[in-house]
């Protein structure tokens, strides 16, 4: 019994490797992002019920959804449950894009110093704290996310106690939130594309992190760290969408669905997911 942690191995939607620090309440059958989260509302003092219904306020996904058992990968290529998965999938996607690239401002700001899971938590935190209030957030707001982004600075230096605080510089911070912005409001229309779900949803939420989590994570990074953050650019509006599009190229197959009988499952000449469902 306890929490459970998942560290390490590699996201098979994005073909990279996972550096983060994921959670989930003690009993749980998943770890993803939302559960992450809502292990640090339960921290703060949240029950399970509360930080679940609350989480998907803020996240605009159905209340009735158990996210500590719920595989949305799954349930958004199966027709039965695809259309309340897709809200799902997207929160899931769209928590670790954020916490990714938080971390990796937070890293940049504090250097070497600042361990992934320090700054993971940190992020984690703050989201929870928005969480625990019950409403819906928007978060292709900038200056949502710039909030976000200066409570998880305050949580890390809170945490770190009595070492040179972490400071993250004005410039780089809003430039860092225009990123955030593009890309949330990119899986928003992904979602918006796919209401049903399915493969074709999966394929563009993935292109999406693929970006978010990789290059835009990187340039945040480098930012942080002293760079120039005007190539934080590249990453916003129409070089957004360019670079959304291009990363599509790279996502693995993932549309191959089995079915509770027996399947003959064939896949791609590229890296394919194959789902079966016990047959």
Same mark, same amino acid.
């Given at each position: ?13 994005? $073909? =990279?490797? *996972? ?10 059958? #998943? #770890? ?16 399970? #019920? ?6 998907? $306020?803020?996240?605009?996904? %159905? ?6 058992? *719920?595989?949305?990968?799954? +349930? ?6 695809? %259309?309340?998965? @897709? ?6 996607? =769209?928590? /670790? ?9 937070? =890293? ?19 989201? +929870? ?25 305050? $949580? ?21 939130? %225009? ?13 918006? @594309? ?18 978010? =989590? ?20 590249? *990453? ?10 291009? +990363?599509?190229? /790279? ?29």
């Amino acid at each position: 019994s306890g929490t459970l942690v998942v560290t390490g191995g590699r996201d098979v939607s994005t $073909n =990279q490797d *996972f550096t983060g620090v994921m959670r989930a309440p003690s009993g749980s059958k #998943v #770890v993803t992002p939302l559960t992450s989260v809502m292990q640090s509302m339960i921290e703060a003092g949240e029950t399970e #019920v509360t930080a679940a219904a609350n989480l998907a $306020n803020m996240l605009g996904y %159905s209340g009735a959804v158990d996210v500590t058992s *719920f595989d949305p990968v799954s +349930a958004t290529l199966d027709t039965a449950t695809a %259309s309340t998965a @897709a809200n799902v999938m997207k929160a899931a996607v =769209q928590i /670790q894009n954020m916490v990714t690239q938080m971390t990796a401002l937070l =890293q940049g700001a504090g250097g070497a110093g600042i361990s992934v899971t320090d700054a993971t938590k940190a992020v984690m935190k703050a989201l +929870a704290t928005e969480a625990a209030n019950g409403q819906v957030v928007d978060l292709t707001s900038a200056n949502n996310l710039t909030s976000l982004i200066n409570t998880s600075v305050k $949580n890390l230096n809170r945490a770190l106690g009595g070492v040179t605080p972490v400071t993250v510089d004005t410039t780089v911070l809003n430039a860092a939130a %225009s990123v955030m912005s593009g890309v949330n409001s990119a899986m928003d229309a992904a979602l918006a @594309a796919n209401p049903s779900g399915g493969a074709a949803l999966l394929s563009s939420l993935s292109s999406v992190a693929i970006v978010a =989590q990789g290059e835009a994570a990187s340039a945040i990074n480098a930012a942080a760290s002293g760079g120039d953050p005007s190539g934080l650019g590249g *990453f916003t509006g129409a070089a957004l969408t360019g670079a959304i599009s291009t +990363a599509g190229e /790279q996502v693995v197959g993932v549309g191959t669905q089995g079915t509770t009988g027996n399947d003959t499952m064939t896949g791609t000449a590229d890296a394919d997911i194959l789902h079966g469902l016990g047959g």
